[in-house]
């Protein structure tokens, strides 16, 4: 009959395993994971560059094959996010990546991005330049891209023991600045809206204690200014939008 190990030795697995739960636990504080989803050309590249503080000129490229993976530490006391850009434009791919982030390896929390009409329209595969479309067009398929993304973030808002947080993020807001208020109000959760009925429907289906919904407008990239004209958001404006989109972040987040 072969020696029965020591107790010390006996615990030693039990107790490596509970400290890797809990480094993983401080962790995934410290840095949530936060998806980022929308059409293709509401600016999820680009408005995830100025929340990790390396804006690039022009902007940056949507994936086209992959889920992005960012990461920004804020201060000195190692907190930020893991960032999780979905790509909007290949539909298997999307999916895949919808999949990936929602089920297979769930996050913490999500941003939205929607343009009110004004995302930059992208031709097929081997053109060059923006793909003509109308305001109407793209409302109905920002609409339709919406409704996949919510069927499956209420699908993991049930599954997960902890609460979930949703910021729809209004881009492009220098586009429509005189009207803002009331485009940030019709993308709301109780406005009446066709976009406001999928958010209380959404609400209804994950439990309104399991997921928090906020609506932000965001604009990080001047388009009147880039042309060289007077903004209709200032620089000073559109880095109050960011800042305010960071702040509530780091509220949901717990690192405040």
């Known amino acids: 009959m072969a020696p029965s190990r020591p107790r ?21 504080h410290r840095f949530p994971t936060v998806a980022v989803t929308g059409m293709t050309g509401v600016g999820k590249s680009e408005l995830v560059d100025h929340l990790v503080g390396r804006p690039q000129p022009g902007g940056t490229p949507e994936a086209g094959s992959a889920v992005l993976e ?3 530490r804020r201060g000195g006391r190692l907190k930020g996010f893991r960032f999780r850009v979905v790509p909007g434009e290949n ?14 390896d769930p996050v913490d929390g ?9 995302a930059t329209g992208r031709r097929p595969a081997g053109t060059t330049g923006p793909a003509p479309v109308t305001r109407e067009q793209q409302l109905a398929a920002e609409l339709e891209d919406w409704t996949v993304t919510a069927h499956r973030i209420a699908a993991m808002s049930v599954r ?4 979930t947080w949703l910021v729809v993020v209004v881009t492009k807001a220098d586009l ?5 208020d009331d485009v940030v109000r019709s993308y709301s959760p109780g406005s009446g809206t066709p976009f406001g009925d999928r958010l209380d429907e959404l609400r209804a289906l994950a439990g309104a204690a399991k997921l928090s919904i906020d ?4 604009c990080s990239h001047l388009e009147d200014h ?31």
Do not use: I, N
């Not at 030795?9 to 636990?25: D, I, M, N, Q």
């Not at 539909?91 to 297979?104: P, S």
């Not at 609506?215 to 965001?218: I, S």
């Open 176 to 180: 429509f600045a005189d009207d803002l």
């Open 91 to 104: 539909a298997a791919t999307r999916l895949g990546a919808l999949d990936e982030v929602f089920h297979d």
């Open 70 to 72: 960012r990461r920004v």
């Open 110 to 118: 999500v941003l939205h991005l929607v343009a009110h009409g004004h």
């Open 226 to 256: 880039a042309k060289g004209v007077d903004p209709a958001v200032t620089p000073k404006q559109r880095d109050a939008y960011l800042e305010a989109l960071r702040a509530r972040m780091a509220q949901l987040a717990g690192h405040v």
């Open 8 to 28: 010390a030795v006996r615990a030693v697995p039990g107790a490596l395993s509970r400290g890797r739960e809990r480094v993983t636990g401080v962790w995934s």
């Open 160 to 163: 997960r023991e902890r609460p």
């Open 215 to 218: 609506v932000l407008p965001a």
